[in-house]
């Protein structure tokens, strides 16, 4: 236990002691003025509502998706499980290039979102795609076939069957990706910095902003507002696993 405390404080807790030290710096009056300037809060709005749009279509097809490489055999199925995985082993720079290069202005499919909202939506979607689909993959390989032939003699449907008795099983499996993939999303730099131009009060995601604070000199304001990120995400971060908790509450009793 000493040697884990130990640890997480040396990683985490005073990292982020540090970080609040510095947000301070500037006294109460200089962090309000930095995270209420008119950028940073346009910044915060457009990373906080694609971040929630990420985890929106995630859940959805990032379960779709585990659905088919569980229940489904087809040719180059292995090869579909490695594609899932690139984008952790991927530099995000590189993917933002290769973003950039696909659906740029000289992208060879014809369709140019570069700097826009959607190219921010595209590159967090492209980071994140992995997190749903690993977590609920675990749940249905161990998830109990009979429970859906035991509700389909009944003469439940595939839909009624999915609802009652898979989907209850999936929530806190797919709670658990949505909170991985908003993590990331929020906090995404290297895959959003080319490909979204970076315009303020259009495209200019959060971290973005702060990269241009530092190099601006102003680290006490750059870290006023990684503190309100990291807040936001704190507290998102327990909803949702008060959520998971309350989900499997019967399973615990």
């Known amino acids: 236990m000493g040697l884990a405390t130990a640890y997480l404080s040396l990683i985490v807790l005073l990292p982020l002691a540090a970080l609040v030290w510095q947000a301070g710096k500037g006294g109460r009056t200089g962090f309000w003025d930095a995270v209420s300037d ?49 984008p952790f082993a991927l530099p995000t720079i590189v993917a933002g290039l290769t973003l950039l290069a696909l659906y740029g202005p000289n992208g060879p499919v014809g369709i140019n979102v570069a700097y826009s909202r959607a190219a921010v939506l ?13 977590t609920v993959q675990p749940v249905l390989l161990e998830l109990d076939r009979e429970m859906e032939e035991a509700a389909a003699s009944l003469g439940a449907g595939p839909l009624l ?20 993939a908003f993590a990331r999303a929020i906090g995404e730099f290297g895959s959003v910095v080319l490909i979204s131009g970076n315009l303020p ?27 309100v990120i990291l807040l936001i995400s704190f507290v998102v971060l327990l909803g949702i696993g008060a ?11």
Do not use: Y
């Open 38 to 86: 008119p950028q940073a809060v346009s910044a915060l709005k457009l990373t906080l509502a694609v971040s929630v749009g990420v985890c929106l279509v995630n859940a959805v097809m990032g379960t779709i998706i585990a659905w088919i490489l569980v229940r489904d055999r087809f040719v180059g199925q292995g090869v579909v499980n490695a594609i899932i995985d690139l």
């Open 122 to 134: 595209l590159a967090l979607l492209f980071v994140t795609l992995p997190f749903v689909i690993r």
């Open 161 to 180: 069957t999915f609802r009652h008795v898979v989907f209850p099983n999936l929530f806190p499996a797919i709670l658990s990706g949505v909170a991985l």
């Open 201 to 227: 009060f259009k495209t200019e995601v959060a971290s973005v902003f702060i990269f241009g604070r530092i190099e601006s000199g102003d680290a006490p304001g750059a870290a006023a507002v990684s503190v």
């Open 243 to 253: 959520l998971r908790r309350w989900t499997t509450r019967h399973d615990r009793a």
